[in-house]
């Protein structure tokens, strides 16, 4: 059985920037795709960045230029360097994965099967 545990969440002002990180337990062979996805209060969850074992990234439009996904086998993790933070990057974030090289070529919550337990983002104006 997968399981995430996200980390580097916090309070930063606008312009600034956080890394998060997403240690995977459990994980088996094969190709995978892994992403992030946030949720702020009142909307719905969406995808933010994604990357599969043969290293391809998607990035959600409003996230491009600004945010870096990442992994280390090594150390199964991911990350997602954020820079140049807005107020509307506020949310919870959420680490994914799944079995399928596939899965991260759309940011949808339905491709992947493996859920973190989130770590919450705020930025101030």
């Known amino acids: 059985q997968v399981q995430l545990v996200e980390s580097g969440g916090g309070s930063v002002q606008a312009g600034g920037s956080l890394r998060l990180s997403c240690a995977l337990f459990?994980?088996?062979?094969?190709?995978?795709?892994m992403g992030w996805f946030r949720q702020a209060p009142g909307k719905e969850r969406e995808g933010v960045a994604a990357i599969n074992s043969a290293r391809r990234t998607n990035y959600a439009d409003s996230v491009k230029g600004r945010f870096t996904i990442s992994q280390d086998n090594a150390k199964n993790t991911m990350y997602l360097q954020m820079n140049r933070l807005k107020p509307e990057d506020a949310a919870m974030y959420y680490c994914a994965h799944a079995y399928s090289d596939y899965a991260s070529m759309a940011l949808r919550t339905s491709n992947f099967g493996s859920w973190g337990q989130g770590t919450q983002v705020t930025v101030s104006s």
């Open positions: 459990g994980v088996l062979g094969g190709p995978y795709s």
